[in-house]
């Protein structure tokens, strides 16, 4: 029997490791114990708020699993799952071929693995502010360095391309573009896109295009940014967890531009996906369905969220000491609250998750100053849930400011 009872020491690493959306359910529970209804609009899981996952994709799996489809898979993934992203690619204006095309647990496995075939401790990644907080989560645990770049609350949080030329050293290997954006709503003019991708280009870095709400643009479909040059060093990320409401079986897939400048990197993603054997074999087989099959659910997905996203934005805006931008695509706003001197967005969330049950993220998480009173909310509930949910804000948000 062991006599020490110091504690065993964890990785410095893991100090430089966070992710605020789920570290933040701590204090909830502790409410939620206290006998407060917590209303968790933190995470962007639409199952969570009755949406459901279509039936046919259910069907594909549950013929996998019967069909025996229960062992070890290619760890690149099934072809035919790679084909069915090649096509979808292709179709919307980016040529890929399936051998470029691999099959990830969600979105988050292609960004952690692309970001491992790239990054050094020395690397340097430019990443929105605010960003997903995985990009700079993983960034830190590599040991490389993520440099944020300034978008504008006041420009319909485009990127700054201003600011972002003055980030740029010899270390800088690739640029984050999340578009259509969490944590704001945004999705980016087609001139910002291109400016994006010639930024790019003069200063030789990939582009890691995080696209898992390009199906989630309420007026206008969002199009791949390798679709505006098919030659740049593009690696694109996306799932079956947003648009085709199937988040917890953890499929998605990295697509990787026809450049020759990203071969090596592609044996590289290669040779990492080899060492965790392959993604959950049954769910791959949905990825066919998603793709070639009846996606008629996202026309009433991106209906009921632009009705959600109305709302946010009417009732928010109508707050004494709150703006926010109407989002365009996706289901999160990223409202900013004018807070009192002294006061920081993490006082201001904690304050209105305890005084009304209310569970938002505070904007610092997402790398913002927490001085600018910035809030991501989750605006999946159903209308007449946000009514009460913003009436409650509301309410607290003018006692906060009084
Ligand atoms: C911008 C962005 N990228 C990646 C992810 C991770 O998604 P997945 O479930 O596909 O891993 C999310 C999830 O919220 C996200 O918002």
Redesign the pocket.
Same mark, same amino acid.
Do not use: C, H, M, W
């Given at each position: 029997m062991s006599t020490t009872h110091t504690a065993i020491p964890v990785s410095p690493r893991i100090g430089r490791f966070s992710y605020a /959306?789920r570290n933040i359910v701590v204090e909830a529970h502790r409410v939620e114990a206290a006998g407060m209804h917590v209303r968790y609009l933190n $995470?962007?899981d639409p199952i969570q708020f009755g949406f459901q996952t279509p039936l046919h994709l259910i069907e594909a799996v549950e013929k996998a699993l019967r069909d025996g489809h229960n062992g070890y898979g290619p760890s690149a993934g099934i072809q035919s799952a790679r084909e069915a992203v090649a096509a979808e690619d292709t179709g919307k204006g980016w040529p890929i071929s399936p051998d470029r095309v691999y099959i990830t647990? *969600?979105?988050?496995?292609? $960004?952690e693995l692309a970001l491992t075939a790239l990054l050094d401790e020395h690397g340097e990644v430019l990443v929105p502010m605010p960003t997903?907080p995985?990009y700079t989560a993983v960034i830190a645990k590599i040991g490389a360095h993520a440099r944020y770049y300034r978008t504008d609350p006041d420009r319909q949080w485009v990127p700054d391309l201003d600011h972002l030329a003055t980030l740029v050293t010899p270390q800088t290997k690739a640029i984050v573009i /999340?578009d259509p954006?969490?944590?704001t709503g945004a999705t980016y003019p087609t001139p910002v896109r291109k400016a994006l991708l010639e930024f790019a280009d003069r200063h030789g870095l990939v582009i890691l295009a995080?696209e898992?709400?390009a199906d989630l643009g309420y007026d206008e479909a969002v199009p791949p940014i390798g679709s505006f040059d098919h030659d740049a060093p593009v690696i694109s990320?996306?799932?079956?967890?947003?648009a085709y409401l199937a988040?917890g079986w953890?499929t998605?897939w990295l697509s990787i531009g026809r450049s020759p400048r990203l071969d090596d990197v592609a044996t590289a993603i290669r040779k990492l996906a080899d060492g965790r054997l392959c993604s959950t074999v049954p769910m791959q087989y949905a990825v066919t369905a998603a793709l070639k099959g009846d996606k008629s659910h996202q026309v009433t997905f991106r209906a009921a969220l632009k009705e959600r996203a109305t709302i946010t934005g009417e009732r928010l805006r109508a707050m004494p000491g709150v703006s926010c931008m109407t989002p365009r695509a *996706?289901f999160?706003a990223m409202p900013r609250v004018a807070l009192p001197p002294g006061k920081t967005d993490e006082d201001y969330v904690l304050g209105l998750l305890r005084a009304t049950g209310v569970l938002c993220v505070y904007g610092s998480g997402f790398g913002l100053p927490a001085t600018d009173g910035y809030l991501r909310i989750v605006f999946l509930a159903s209308p007449s849930d946000l009514d009460e949910i913003y009436g409650l804000m509301a309410r607290f948000t003018a006692d906060f400011l009084s």
């Open positions: /959306i $995470i962007g647990a *969600g979105t988050s496995e292609g $960004i997903y995985l /999340i954006n969490n944590p995080d898992v709400y990320f996306s799932s079956l967890s947003k988040p953890r998605g *996706g999160y």
